[in-house]
């Protein structure tokens, strides 16, 4: 299997989704996340027009940049490169490594990183957060509880130079997409809610939600970015890095 099959494969599961939803395509967008991508499948999908890439790990973040260059870019940038997703979790002492590649960061789960990243960018310009939520309550996943988020959100918006751009979450591991269905709808739910009480504003309605085996549902629910690894490589000729 070549990268465009499978960069096909998820194209049309995206549209089939959003007219089962009623949605434009365009409001969905695809993070393909690389943690797992060989470089030559990397040059291969921005080739095919794929202008957002996320790794979970921030080393690697700063190496994927530097390789495939282009400027750190935040959400709406439109970057002569790719814009670099942080998605996973961002220790403190990674902030200055993160800011130097990366605007964007799916993965805000406290208060602590919110004050001191907005410290650290003030020089850098705007930074796009989305506050991660522990939506099932697993003990193995991060984020705040959906109780926590209206405090943080409330804070994070008076913290120049972040911006407040949406929520974040991950479905329990499971056979079933369909059994992640309420954890986004409750996900869509809480970014209505903090909207409606004005703990965030008009700029914060993005849902990063939905991975390889459940973005589907994610459409369905809401989300706006999906952040989808192996569907786009599972199969690929060469080995994985
Ligand atoms: C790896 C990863 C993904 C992509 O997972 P796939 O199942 O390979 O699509 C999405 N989100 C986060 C936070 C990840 O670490």
């Known amino acids: 299997m070549a990268i465009a099959d499978g960069l096909k494969a998820v194209t ?23 943690k797992y991508a060989q470089p030559a499948w990397i040059r291969a999908l921005l080739e095919l027009g794929v202008a ?27 970057a002569d ?7 996973g979790h961002l220790q403190r002492n990674k902030i200055k490594l993160f800011l130097r590649h990366s605007r964007i960061l799916h993965s805000l789960d406290s208060l602590r990183l919110a004050e001191e ?9 705007p930074v796009d957060v989305l506050i991660e939520v522990n939506v099932s309550g697993e ?7 959906p109780a926590e988020a209206p405090r943080l959100a409330e804070a994070v ?18 056979d079933d997409p369909q059994s992640a269905r309420p954890v986004f709808a409750r996900l869509r739910e809480l970014r209505d809610t903090l909207r409606r009480a004005g703990a965030a504003g008009p700029d914060c309605h993005h849902l990063s939600m939905g991975m390889s085996n459940d973005f ?16 786009l490589f599972e199969g690929v000729d060469g080995e994985p890095a």
Do not use: Y
């Open 117 to 125: 990243l907005a410290a650290q960018a003030r020089d850098a310009g």
């Open 139 to 145: 003990a193995s996943k991060g984020g705040v509880t």
């Open 12 to 34: 049309a599961r995206i549209h089939a989704a959003c007219q089962r939803a009623g949605r434009p395509a365009s409001e969905v967008r695809l993070v393909a996340v690389t």
């Open 81 to 87: 490169g790719p814009r670099w997703h942080m998605i």
């Open 52 to 78: 957002d890439l996320g790794e979970n790990r921030p080393q690697q973040l700063a190496q994927r940049r530097e390789e495939f260059a282009g400027a750190p870019a935040a959400l709406d940038d439109a």
């Open 216 to 231: 589907d549902v994610a459409i369905e629910e809401g989300a706006t970015l999906i952040r989808v690894g192996s569907a």
């Open 157 to 174: 918006a008076k913290l120049t130079p972040l911006r407040l751009r949406g929520l974040m979450t991950m479905a329990p591991l499971s």
